[in-house]
């Protein structure tokens, strides 16, 4: 399989939305630990960290991560967990630079630990995931080349950690192009692969890593499709945490839902969410709220906290329920009331029960 360097060049426009939406991320998930006195300890995990930055200083994941702990080491004064960062790169060039780049981070972010590691990503992960255990909170950013690194049982484990989020980078292009001869790494069907086109393969391709989770496991993915020329690549998102998937999902649709590209042919720009009307909705809103429509109707969803969870699980923000279920009150499928759906509101003991016409609440 082809493999590329993009640290000979300036990072192109589909490598800054990917980091970019990596340092969003990392911006919306270190607050909700920094003053968590229930947790031991903040850990990153960059396992495919390249060198640190590119051949013109822009921040590659290393600096973006140091930046973001900076930021927030600013903002709050006294931390109370501790926070330990974890880089792993193999090229023995780009880990010298890694190293280097790390070591000028280092005296002004005193309070927090550094570790470097040159080895393959599995010896790496074998190495450091016995860390992961305990009382703290994790990200694991895994920017792998290709396809292949994220097999079946590096993904049980991490979504059977607890406090354990991910992001991970696949070329799901490839996917496309070598059909049957990537199954193996990947958990795509033939069914799969009968409905995936150029455009919407990393979105079936990010879906299909459902199967990988265990029966039973509460777990959200999340995922974004970033378009480079031709190809279609794309970062998969993992939480078992609703406020982790939240979190992610907030940041992505600031980007444009879930691609930085017109993934529906709408003809609309995704970037003027705020603007949308009822003609110029893009495609994935009106699914969502058509479905919605017919599971609170049919009674599959009951209450606010049955919706707050459908939407994170169709890759939607409450505010998009919360649209929703307003429009099924103003055509007066349902009666008068006000919807809590958010995850304050998923937050409280109790739950709401969405009232209908009949009079009955089921
Ligand atoms: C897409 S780049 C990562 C870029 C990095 N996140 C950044 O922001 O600059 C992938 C990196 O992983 C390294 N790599 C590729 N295969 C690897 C493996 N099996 N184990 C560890 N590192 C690997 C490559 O040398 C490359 O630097």
Known sequence: MPKRNL???PFDESTCEKLGLYRDYLREWLPVFIHNQYIDSIQVFDFFAGPGKDVDGSSGSPLITCEEIRQVQNLNGKQYPKIRTFFNEYNSTKFKDLSSCINEQKSSLPEVSFTTMQNDFHSAFEQWKPLMNGNAANLLFLDQNGVNQITKSVFQYIVQHP???FLFFISSAMVNRFKKKIQDYVPVTDEDFSRMNGTNVHRIVADAYRRWIPLGLEYYLGSFSIRKGPNVYGLVFGSGHPLGIDKFLKVAWKRGGDANFDIDRDGIDRKQLPLFQEYGKPT????????????????????NKDVYIFSLQNGMLAAHARDALKMLVEDKTLPKQTFH???DAWKKPNAEIIRHFNGGHS
């Open 341 to 343: 759906v958010s995850y």
């Open 7 to 9: 640290h000979l060049k």
């Open 163 to 165: 406090k354990t989020d």
């Open 284 to 303: 994935k809103i009106k699914v969502f709220e058509k479905e919605l429509r017919s599971a609170v109707l049919e009674r599959r969803l009951m209450t």
